[in-house]
């Protein structure tokens, strides 16, 4: 059996046979998660016209109103993952919410299908993700592709096929066209370019289109994941745990270990703002460090820290989000990282602040299974250290369920009332048991 054969089986027993109440009940939350990220990031100004890319249709959009619903799952992938604010699988460092949800709402519209199918869509497009990220740790970003595109596509065509009723066959077929049409390069980094937050998009918009050549009779490789020029070998170097990360689909679950992310920038960062506010706690302010040096898990380094001038001084607020030293710099300053801080041209208060940091690699850094920072200081006082071990929100740090509904609450609360609000986290909660998509639906095109 195939890695398209294999994961098409098990996207076809989960819609059958449905999945552990504890793995329904992080779905929930979750997709609450990437919704109102979705929706708070429709309010921002350089985000506010992406829908007007869209061609007309009936599929629900972030930002209000309706488009075709590839386009839609495009949109809305794009502003899921544009804040830098969407969870994440830490060992394979997928963003799975901002493929999963865009998809599982598109398709679910489009196919007139229940909450329930669309619920378990949201899953099997997550853990096929995380599947193929956990083949190749680390290995989809040194060949410079986010692996959240490139798996998100066949997750997303996984799903797809399901909910639009593919057979056996041709579910195979949607996922190698998938496959042969993902992509998603970290090549904005050279200059912060916006387009990052379209690989998830893009994926979400892959899978649907593939599901619908291969219904219209387009056949796609069978061997896309497995091949000498498939996936595997073509976007990480190779994939030996293919194999077995695929043999646990359907008996052991990862989405429930899936991190909510805390503050909206690069997740890598988020440790390290951590212990800067642990020193905050203790006295520490913007004014009274001399220097500061950050350690860093090398492999995480290309993203937050190269090059290092950069990251002092972005070019942009979005390109704010991977400065390491801005992000620190901007705690210190604000006392806080949120939405807002990256709306503006970067600060000439912080960057003075973030010039005063430098960083070093990092030894016995455990990543990509722990996302970890350790700090020192130097203060007129002497020298001041911090360290996190493991960042808040991963399966062994988790955050409460109420601290994802705030999170829900002040997100979505940037477009709707309280009351709206309030009802739209209650239907988003209890989708898995709705007859259809309908209310939702009207909820979010108001």
């Given at each position: 059996?195939?890695?398209?054969?294999?994961?098409?089986?098990?996207?076809?027993?989960?819609?059958v046979?449905?999945?552990?109440?504890?793995?329904?009940?992080?779905?929930?939350?979750?997709?609450?998660?990437?919704?109102?990220?979705?929706?708070?990031?429709?309010?921002?100004?350089?985000?506010?016209?992406?829908?007007?890319?869209?061609?007309?249709g009936?599929?629900?959009?972030?930002?209000?109103?309706?488009?075709?619903?590839?386009?839609?799952?495009?949109?809305?992938?794009?502003?899921?993952?544009?804040?830098?604010?969407?969870?994440?699988?830490?060992?394979?460092?997928?963003?799975g919410?901002?493929?999963?949800?865009?998809?599982?709402?598109?398709?679910?519209?489009?196919a007139?299908?229940?909450?329930?199918d669309?619920?378990?869509?949201?899953?099997?497009?997550?853990?096929?993700?995380?599947?193929?990220?956990?083949?190749?740790?680390?290995?989809?970003?040194?060949?410079?592709?986010?692996?959240?595109?490139?798996?998100?596509?066949?997750?997303?065509?996984?799903?797809?096929?399901?909910?639009?009723g593919?057979?056996?066959?041709?579910?195979?077929?949607?996922?190698?066209?998938?496959?042969?049409?993902?992509?998603?390069?970290?090549?904005?980094l050279?200059?912060?370019?916006?387009?990052?937050?379209?690989?998830?998009?893009w994926?979400?918009?892959?899978?649907?289109?593939?599901?619908?050549?291969?219904?219209?009779?387009?056949?796609?490789?069978?061997?896309?994941?497995d091949?000498?020029?498939?996936?595997?070998n073509?976007?990480?170097?190779?994939?030996?745990?293919?194999?077995?990360?695929?043999?646990?689909?359907?008996?052991?679950?990862?989405?429930?270990?899936?991190?909510?992310?805390?503050?909206?920038?690069?997740?890598?960062?988020?440790?390290?703002?951590?212990?800067?506010?642990?020193?905050?706690?203790?006295?520490?302010?913007?004014?009274?460090?001399?220097?500061?040096?950050?350690?860093?898990?090398?492999?995480?380094?290309?993203?937050?820290c190269?090059?290092?001038?950069?990251?002092?001084?972005?070019?942009?607020?979005?390109?704010?989000?991977?400065?390491?030293?801005?992000?620190?710099?901007?705690?210190?300053?604000?006392?806080?990282?949120?939405?807002?801080?990256?709306?503006?041209?970067?600060?000439?208060?912080?960057?003075?602040?973030?010039?005063?940091m430098?960083?070093?690699?990092?030894?016995?850094?455990?990543?990509?299974?722990?996302?970890?920072?350790?700090?020192?200081?130097?203060?007129?006082?002497?020298?001041?250290?911090?360290?996190?071990?493991?960042?808040?929100?991963?399966?062994?740090?988790?955050?409460?369920?109420?601290?994802?509904?705030?999170?829900?609450?002040?997100?979505a609360?940037?477009?709707?009332?309280?009351?709206?609000?309030?009802?739209?986290?209650?239907?988003?909660?209890e989708?898995?048991?709705?007859?259809?998509?309908?209310?939702?639906?009207?909820?979010?095109?108001?």
């Amino acid at each position: 059996m195939t890695g398209a054969e294999r994961i098409a089986a098990f996207a076809a027993q989960t819609f059958v046979e449905g999945v552990p109440e504890e793995v329904l009940d992080a779905a929930h939350m979750h997709l609450l998660d990437a919704l109102g990220v979705g929706i708070a990031s429709s309010t921002v100004a350089d985000n506010a016209d992406w829908a007007g890319a869209a061609p007309a249709g009936s599929a629900s959009l972030l930002s209000g109103g309706t488009a075709e619903a590839g386009a839609a799952a495009m949109i809305n992938g794009a502003l899921i993952h544009a804040l830098e604010y969407d969870d994440t699988h830490i060992g394979s460092v997928v963003h799975g919410s901002a493929v999963a949800a865009p998809v599982a709402l598109a398709v679910a519209q489009l196919a007139g299908a229940s909450g329930c199918d669309l619920i378990r869509a949201y899953i099997v497009a997550w853990e096929v993700a995380i599947r193929i990220g956990l083949a190749a740790p680390g290995a989809f970003q040194a060949h410079g592709f986010q692996v959240t595109s490139v798996g998100g596509a066949i997750g997303a065509a996984a799903a797809a096929a399901q909910v639009l009723g593919l057979d056996a066959a041709r579910a195979v077929s949607a996922i190698g066209i998938a496959g042969g049409q993902a992509s998603g390069t970290l090549a904005f980094l050279a200059d912060g370019a916006m387009s990052k937050a379209l690989n998830p998009g893009w994926a979400a918009r892959t899978g649907i289109d593939a599901v619908r050549l291969a219904r219209a009779g387009m056949t796609g490789p069978a061997s896309v994941l497995d091949s000498a020029f498939g996936v595997m070998n073509t976007f990480a170097g190779g994939g030996k745990m293919l194999g077995p990360q695929l043999a646990t689909l359907g008996q052991e679950w990862l989405i429930p270990q899936a991190a909510f992310k805390l503050y909206p920038c690069c997740h890598y960062i988020h440790p390290f703002l951590e212990a800067i506010e642990s020193l905050m706690c203790k006295g520490v302010t913007a004014q009274n460090f001399t220097s500061l040096n950050a350690f860093v898990p090398p492999p995480a380094a290309p993203l937050v820290c190269e090059p290092w001038a950069r990251r002092q001084t972005p070019v942009s607020g979005y390109d704010g989000k991977w400065g390491l030293a801005y992000c620190m710099a901007l705690m210190l300053v604000d006392g806080r990282v949120d939405v807002a801080s990256f709306d503006t041209t970067p600060r000439a208060e912080v960057i003075e602040v973030a010039r005063k940091m430098t960083w070093t690699p990092m030894r016995d850094h455990g990543f990509p299974e722990r996302f970890a920072a350790r700090i020192e200081l130097e203060t007129g006082q002497g020298r001041i250290s911090a360290e996190v071990t493991q960042v808040r929100g991963a399966p062994d740090r988790p955050v409460e369920t109420a601290d994802v509904r705030d999170k829900f609450a002040a997100n979505a609360g940037l477009r709707y009332s309280p009351e709206e609000v309030a009802e739209l986290a209650l239907e988003i909660l209890e989708i898995g048991s709705a007859a259809d998509t309908g209310r939702l639906s009207n909820l979010l095109c108001a």
